[in-house]
């Protein structure tokens, strides 16, 4: 990691600066250490920071152990969602691409980043334009950072990620132009204490994304949209809207991907 990306996290213990350990001066750090002004250190791993804290709890672990053991072939299980939904999910993914600004900086971060793929498809569309871009990328899947990781330095652009947790995320308040949220709100343990985290992370008139599971009201009706259903009940969810904090402003929704799934957009 480098000191841009050490620069916009805190320590999610108590809120602090981080540092890294020992004071070493380096553009870049593979393995090592950070330490916050109160002194609580946190490694660092083939330069991805592990900023996890409090320890996550059993319903959440199981998820994320799913997650690791799927992480090397999870992109080629996704795929069966084209053909069975009738859709084109890196396609789809190039929608999020509609809330980037036409020009100048834009700083994103995916909060459950998987395997990069909404990254990636960025990257498809805005091959020459990446310089503006300043992308960080969170999971509490290490096994899905490691892939994400190696694919974004295959494509040959940067993103700077982290290892933590969704319910107490590490990086400062007001700093993200865009926080996307793709694929796992439905099984999270504390809903609104997600959403209100991805409120605080981004700037005043930033504009948060989430999409997931869910059926539209008319899909569901129908004999496709029950067989769907049957065969994943996670396709019986329905959008979160309760649980949108007090604060949020313009929220919106949508269903996508052959409306199959809910897509929820607000601003701060």
Same mark, same amino acid.
């Given at each position: 990691?480098?000191?841009?990306?050490?620069?916009?996290?805190? #320590?999610?213990?108590?809120?602090?600066?981080?540092?890294?350990?020992?004071?070493?001066?380096?553009?870049?750090?593979?393995?090592?250490?950070?330490? #916050?002004?109160?002194?609580?250190?946190?490694?660092?791993?083939?330069?991805?920071?592990?900023?996890?804290?409090?320890?996550?709890?059993?319903?959440?672990?199981?998820?994320?152990?799913?997650?690791?053991?799927?992480?090397?072939?999870?992109?080629?299980?996704?795929?069966?969602?084209?053909?069975?939904?009738?859709?084109?999910?890196?396609?789809?993914?190039?929608?999020?691409?509609?809330?980037?600004?036409?020009? &100048?900086? #834009?700083?994103?971060?995916?909060?459950?980043? &998987?395997?990069?793929?909404?990254?990636?498809?960025?990257?498809?569309?805005?091959?020459?334009?990446?310089?503006?871009?300043?992308?960080?990328?969170?999971?509490?899947?290490?096994?899905?950072?490691?892939?994400?990781?190696?694919?974004?330095?295959?494509?040959?652009?940067?993103?700077?990620?982290?290892?933590?947790?969704?319910?107490?995320?590490?990086?400062?308040?007001?700093?993200?132009?865009?926080?996307?949220?793709?694929?796992?709100?439905?099984?999270?343990?504390?809903?609104?204490?997600?959403?209100?985290?991805?409120?605080?992370?981004?700037?005043? &008139?930033?504009?948060?994304?989430v999409v997931d599971e869910g059926l539209s009201p008319e899909k569901r009706e129908t004999?496709?949209?029950?067989?769907?259903?049957?065969?994943?009940?996670?396709?019986?969810a329905k959008p979160p809207l309760e649980h949108i904090p007090e604060k949020a402003k313009?929220?919106?929704?949508?269903?996508?991907?052959?409306?199959?799934?809910?897509?929820?957009?607000?601003?701060?």
């Open positions: 990691m480098d000191e841009s990306h050490l620069k916009i996290l805190k #320590c999610p213990k108590c809120g602090k600066k981080l540092l890294f350990n020992g004071g070493i001066a380096v553009a870049d750090i593979a393995d090592g250490e950070i330490v #916050c002004e109160k002194g609580h250190t946190w490694p660092i791993t083939q330069g991805i920071p592990s900023l996890v804290h409090p320890p996550i709890n059993e319903e959440d672990a199981k998820w994320i152990s799913d997650y690791d053991q799927m992480a090397e072939n999870y992109d080629e299980l996704v795929k069966e969602y084209d053909t069975w939904l009738g859709i084109d999910m890196m396609k789809e993914r190039e929608g999020f691409n509609t809330f980037i600004p036409i020009e &100048g900086s #834009c700083r994103s971060i995916d909060v459950s980043i &998987g395997t990069g793929a909404n990254f990636i498809a960025l990257y498809n569309q805005f091959k020459d334009q990446m310089e503006r871009f300043n992308l960080h990328g969170m999971d509490l899947s290490t096994g899905m950072l490691n892939v994400s990781q190696r694919k974004f330095k295959d494509a040959g652009f940067t993103v700077g990620l982290t290892h933590g947790s969704v319910f107490n995320i590490p990086f400062q308040k007001n700093l993200f132009d865009i926080v996307l949220h793709s694929g796992g709100i439905n099984t999270f343990s504390d809903i609104p204490g997600a959403l209100n985290e991805m409120l605080r992370i981004a700037k005043p &008139g930033g504009i948060i994304i004999e496709e949209g029950k067989a769907i259903i049957k065969t994943n009940s996670l396709f019986a313009d929220v919106e929704v949508n269903f996508v991907m052959n409306e199959t799934f809910y897509q929820i957009v607000f601003k701060k």
